[in-house]
């Protein structure tokens, strides 16, 4: 892993899903994750939970990389109920910037660059 401050949100047999810990925000994608009603906590749960004991989710309705220019490549694991967690690959694991409510199309890679900005101001920390 990278030597910014991470915190675990899920772990697996396969893989573990780590939070980017800000300086002075703490987790975001943990905190929004944690404010989220039942049912969409109850999606992302059973989304986690597969993606760290299987590694991977093949379904593009439930992860999918982002087409957005720069790097590194951000994808989004989704819920049914329209809300999205922004994760990057590091290694076999995967680190979670932030989560939001699903964008209109002509801002995804708005999300893409922000979860790129959270990656980036917590490796120069």
Same mark, same amino acid.
């Given at each position: 892993?990278?030597?910014?401050? &991470?915190?675990?949100?899920? *772990?697996? +047999?396969? =893989?573990?899903?780590? $939070? ?36 991977? &989710?093949?379904?593009?309705? *439930?992860? +999918?990389? =982002?087409?957005?220019? $720069? ?41 893409? *660059? ?12």
């Amino acid at each position: 892993m990278s030597s910014f401050e &991470l915190e675990v949100i899920y *772990e697996g +047999r396969a =893989l573990t899903v780590f $939070g980017v810990v800000v300086p002075g925000r703490g987790c975001l994608a943990s905190a929004w994750l944690e404010g989220l009603p039942v049912q969409p906590q109850a999606q992302f749960r059973a989304r986690l939970d597969r993606l760290t004991e299987v590694g991977f &989710l093949r379904s593009p309705e *439930e992860m +999918r990389p =982002l087409q957005c220019n $720069g790097e590194p490549p951000v994808h989004e694991i989704k819920t049914r109920s329209g809300h999205r967690l922004y994760v990057i690959r590091s290694r076999q694991d995967w680190v979670a910037t932030h989560g939001a409510v699903k964008p209109p199309d002509r801002k995804v890679c708005a999300q893409a *660059e922000r979860a790129r900005g959270i990656w980036k101001e917590a490796q120069e920390q």
